[in-house]
T-cell receptor
Framework: GDSVTQMEGPVTLSEEAFLTINCTYT??????LFWYVQYPGEGLQLLLK?????DKGSNKGFEATYRKETTSFHLEKGSVQVSDSAVYFCALSDRGDYKLSFGAGTTVTVRA | KAGVTQTPRYLIKTRGQQVTLSCSPISGHRSVSWYQQTPGQGLQFLFEYFSETQRNKGNFPGRFSGRQFSNSRSEMNVSTLELGDSALYLC?????????????FGPGTRLTVL
């Protein structure tokens, strides 16, 4: 079945550092890929998405590119802020399927 | 538009009891999904409802059930609670007019089983 593997955390960074969180997936078809973010005490928010190979999703300075050849969707941000401290989840869903399969989540802490 | 709302936000129950959680989707969204989030198992899909019909189901025992009403509001029920059912239960809704599955999540219901 479908599965997502993402980099284990926690990750601790200083403000303005570069962030990358690795995510690889296994899927039988051509899934849509997502990054969700969860702030303390809240639900999940969609951070960015990509629906086909070579698509680049971007939002709030974060970027991720759908790489079919390496089955990857790594999240990057060039300069993190304290407000980026959160748990980040990589996820996929098959076409026409409203079920999301999530990675284990990566806790990111940014220090001032 | 108001977001996805879930009630109650917090619940404390004892083993053997049953519990009902409620979710109101974003207006116009007809698909509602439920997920369980625990530190050990992460985020796991429970089930998805569309137009009052269960379309997809995850690998959870029959103690977990759900339903959807004609106004798209959904409830999930857990019977004979076990300690391991302690979790954050998240509800998400989506619009079928989108070409991709963007799910909008509620804040969750934190269930503690003692």
């Amino acid at each position: 079945g479908d599965s997502v593997t993402q980099m284990e955390g926690p990750v601790t960074l200083s403000e303005e550092a570069f962030l990358t969180i690795n995510c690889t997936y296994t899927a039988t078809g051509y899934p849509s890929l997502f990054w969700y973010v969860q702030y303390p005490g809240e639900g999940l928010q969609l951070l960015l998405k990509a629906t086909k190979a070579d698509d680049k999703g971007s939002n709030k300075g974060f970027e991720a590119t759908y790489r079919k050849e390496t089955t990857s969707f790594h999240l990057e941000k060039g300069s993190v802020q304290v407000s980026d401290s959160a748990v980040y989840f990589c996820a996929l869903s098959d076409r026409g399927d409203y079920k999301l399969s999530f990675g284990a989540g990566t806790t990111v802490t940014v220090r001032a | 538009k108001a977001g996805v709302t879930q009630t109650p936000r917090y619940l404390i129950k004892t083993r053997g009891q049953q519990v009902t959680l409620s979710c109101s989707p974003i207006s116009g969204h007809r698909s509602v999904s439920w997920y369980q989030q625990t530190p050990g198992q992460g985020l796991q899909f429970l089930f998805e409802y569309f137009s009052e019909t269960q379309r997809n189901k995850g690998n959870f025992p029959g103690r977990f059930s759900g339903r959807q009403f004609s106004n798209s509001r959904s409830e999930m029920n857990v019977s004979t609670l076990e300690l391991g059912d302690s979790a954050l239960y998240l509800c998400a809704s989506t619009s079928e007019t989108l070409s991709y599955n963007e799910q909008f999540f509620g804040p969750g219901t934190r269930l503690t089983v003692l």
